[in-house]
């Protein structure tokens, strides 16, 4: 793959031209900046953004405003390539926190190694209504300690209003849930992209994670998706390359709570 060639493919698709990721969410293009405003329980922020050095603290101010004005707290996604350079110091002088960095990977579904299969005794089951949703929920509040409702709230209405844009998957030990999964689908592009990927403790190191990746990376192929895109942790990069990913930036969350 050419990088330079992926990572504008990526940008112009996924954040120029970044579309809402749910029902009760807006996309808006306002100088030089994209961003997304979403209910109190959705994902609000700027998605992209084509900035200069003289123009950037003010539109760093012109969001603030906008997104107070309605109450809302919102994130700041920055990419290692945005511009200006010193982009995340301006924001963190603005009062926003930063996040952990994660690294961009791509994977071109063709490519890679999806011959992985779940531990004995382990199932992998779709979610295709409320009962596998809160399924969904339980693995992420054990394997994150965060509260899921707002994880909730937004597979409940993806399900409900456009379900052929999400596949999402839980891995059962009997009855218990252990292990879940989301792949985001966009249509019109090449990208699918894979979130969400928690195990809770005692079933990690087992090879769970590796075939929920598998999993939905055959989803992604039988719809015709040529690359799954991964914000991915330090802990999840390792195993994302053994698969056959490759890293092309990182990024930071960028938070300001009002």
Same mark, same amino acid.
């Given at each position: 793959?050419?990088?330079?060639? %992926?990572?504008?493919?990526?940008?112009?698709?996924?954040?120029?031209?970044?579309?809402?990721?749910g029902?009760?969410a &807006?996309?808006? &293009?306002?100088?030089?900046?994209? !961003? $997304?405003?979403?209910?109190? &329980?959705?994902?609000s922020?700027?998605?992209?953004?084509?900035?200069?050095?003289?123009?950037?603290?003010?539109?760093?101010?012109?969001?603030?405003?906008?997104?107070?004005?309605?109450?809302?707290?919102?994130?700041?996604? =920055?990419?290692?390539?945005?511009?200006?350079? #010193? =982009?995340?110091? !301006? =924001?963190?002088?603005?009062?926003? @926190? *930063?996040?952990?960095?994660?690294t961009?990977?791509?994977?071109e579904?063709? *490519?890679?190694?999806?011959?992985? #299969?779940?531990?004995?005794?382990?199932?992998?089951?779709?979610? @295709?209504?409320?009962a596998?949703?809160?399924?969904?929920? #339980?693995?992420?509040?054990?394997?994150?300690?965060?509260?899921?409702?707002?994880?909730?709230?937004q597979?409940?209405? !993806? %399900?409900?209003?456009?379900?052929? @844009?999400?596949?999402?998957?839980? *891995?059962?030990?009997? #009855?218990?849930?252990?292990?879940a999964?989301?792949?985001? %689908?966009?249509?019109?592009?090449?990208?699918a992209?894979?979130?969400?990927?928690g195990?809770? $403790?005692?079933?990690?190191?087992?090879?769970?994670y590796?075939?929920?990746?598998?999993? &939905?990376?055959?989803?992604?192929?039988? !719809?015709?998706?040529?690359?799954? $895109?991964?914000?991915?942790?330090? $802990?999840?990069?390792?195993?994302?390359?053994?698969?056959?990913?490759?890293?092309?930036?990182? @990024?930071?969350?960028? =938070?300001?709570t009002?």
């Amino acid at each position: 793959m050419d990088h330079a060639a %992926l990572l504008a493919l990526f940008d112009r698709d996924l954040r120029e031209g970044a579309r809402p990721d749910g029902p009760d969410a &807006r996309v808006e &293009r306002t100088g030089g900046v994209v !961003r $997304q405003v979403a209910s109190e &329980r959705g994902w609000s922020g700027v998605v992209w953004s084509a900035l200069d050095e003289a123009g950037a603290d003010a539109a760093i101010a012109g969001q603030i405003g906008h997104y107070t004005g309605l109450g809302l707290d919102f994130e700041w996604k =920055l990419y290692g390539h945005d511009r200006p350079a #010193d =982009l995340g110091r !301006r =924001l963190r002088a603005a009062g926003f @926190t *930063a996040g952990p960095e994660e690294t961009l990977m791509i994977g071109e579904v063709g *490519a890679l190694a999806l011959d992985a #299969d779940p531990p004995e005794g382990v199932r992998v089951v779709p979610v @295709t209504d409320p009962a596998g949703v809160d399924l969904v929920a #339980d693995v992420h509040e054990k394997a994150f300690g965060t509260d899921s409702s707002g994880l909730r709230h937004q597979l409940l209405a !993806r %399900l409900s209003s456009d379900p052929d @844009t999400l596949v999402a998957v839980v *891995a059962m030990a009997g #009855d218990e849930p252990v292990s879940a999964a989301r792949m985001e %689908l966009v249509p019109g592009t090449p990208f699918a992209g894979l979130w969400g990927g928690g195990t809770v $403790q005692g079933w990690r190191g087992r090879g769970i994670y590796r075939t929920l990746v598998a999993h &939905r990376a055959h989803a992604a192929a039988d !719809r015709g998706y040529r690359y799954l $895109q991964v914000d991915a942790s330090r $802990q999840s990069r390792p195993i994302l390359e053994r698969l056959g990913f490759v890293p092309l930036t990182t @990024t930071t969350p960028y =938070l300001y709570t009002s």
